[in-house]
């Protein structure tokens, strides 16, 4: 799908599901990586994620558009546009939209570390368990303000 495609997809969407003309750009952003689209307050445009669409299929995509149409048309309205505002909800739900895009089945794996880190205080021996790697020549102990190390590393996969 090419952003011309893209284009006369929002505004088919905007005149079925909300009876008013998209009269912006609606384009794909090759830099989003963490969500399916965004609406950008200042120009007015949406972004969509084309992975969400290769990955997904057009229902996912559809649902993205719808999603991100209500920020724009209650924004363009001076009415609740934000996630938390009741407007959105209601439009959100009138329209079938979601409220979340579902993960990507490769998002779902990428990021969450196999490996627990246990750094220790040198002076007083309180124990961290980390997820993510610390700078230690930055942090130092919460309790006492001593001096860290890297005492073990754990594979969890081995662990099982």
């Known amino acids: 799908m090419t952003n011309e495609e893209l284009q006369r997809l929002v505004e088919d969407i905007s005149w079925e599901y909300f009876k008013r003309k998209f009269e912006h750009e609606a ?5 989003l990586r963490t969500t399916g689209g965004r609406y950008l307050l200042s120009s ?7 992975t969400y669409y290769e990955m997904m299929g057009l229902d996912e995509l559809i649902g993205i558009i719808k999603h991100e149409l209500c920020h724009y048309h209650l924004h363009l309205l001076k009415r609740g546009y934000q996630h938390k505002d009741a407007d959105f909800k209601s439009l959100l739900k009138r329209v079938g939209g979601p409220r979340y895009c579902s993960p990507l089945p490769a998002e779902s794996k990428k990021g969450k570390s196999k490996k627990l880190l246990i750094y220790s205080c040198v002076s007083c021996k309180q124990k961290y368990t980390r997820r993510k ?7 130092v102990c919460g309790k006492c303000r001593g001096r860290l190390i890297l005492e073990e590393i754990i594979d969890v996969d081995r662990q099982s």
């Open 27 to 31: 384009s794909f952003n090759p830099r």
């Open 44 to 50: 007015h445009n949406i972004e969509i994620n084309k």
């Open 133 to 139: 790697r610390m700078d230690i020549k930055k942090y």
